[in-house]
Each structure stands twice: as C-alpha cells, then as structure tokens.
C-alpha cells in the first residue's frame, strides 16, 4: 500500500489555538492548494505557505488522536517534518 506524505501542524494564536491540522503537500487541490485534514471540518484544501507561517511544529504526542483518526479512515501514512 502507498504511503501519503503529512505534516503535523498546531495552530497558534486564538481561535483554533492547540488544534492538530494534517497537511498532505503532495494531494493537489488545485488553485496552489493542497488537501488538509482537521478533526471538526475534516478534509478541505489549505494554502501549504499560509499554514506553516500560522501553525507550529507538532509534538509527536500532539498528532496521536488525529493520526489515528486519519489511519481509521484509510490513510497509510508517512510523517514529515516539512514538505
């Protein structure tokens, strides 16, 4: 089975401030964008540069309960650092 290439992010500031968003930089949405993943919302398409300007790193016991979730649905995942 192939492996998907995420990135684990956290977003920071307020609003969505701790929440986990899965970034898939090879899955093209098109218009620049690529697919993401969030436990509310789900799948949707993100601008790669925007997210990494306002998110951070992901610890690895941060991305657990996403990574499942993601992994439940299907997903075989290869866990990246950056794109």
């Known amino acids: 089975m192939e492996k998907t290439k995420v990135v ?12 986990v968003i899965a ?8 218009s620049g ?17 925007m997210m990494i300007r306002k998110t951070r790193p992901a610890a690895p016991f941060e991305i657990e309960p996403l990574k499942q979730e993601l992994e439940s ?8 650092s950056r794109r």
């Open 23 to 30: 970034l898939f930089p090879e899955l093209d949405e098109g």
């Open 33 to 49: 964008y690529c697919t993401s993943y969030e436990h509310v919302g789900q799948h949707s398409g993100a601008d790669y540069r």
């Open 8 to 19: 684990f992010r956290v977003w920071k500031g307020s609003g969505f401030k701790g929440d």
């Open 73 to 80: 649905i299907g997903y075989n995942l290869l866990i990246r």
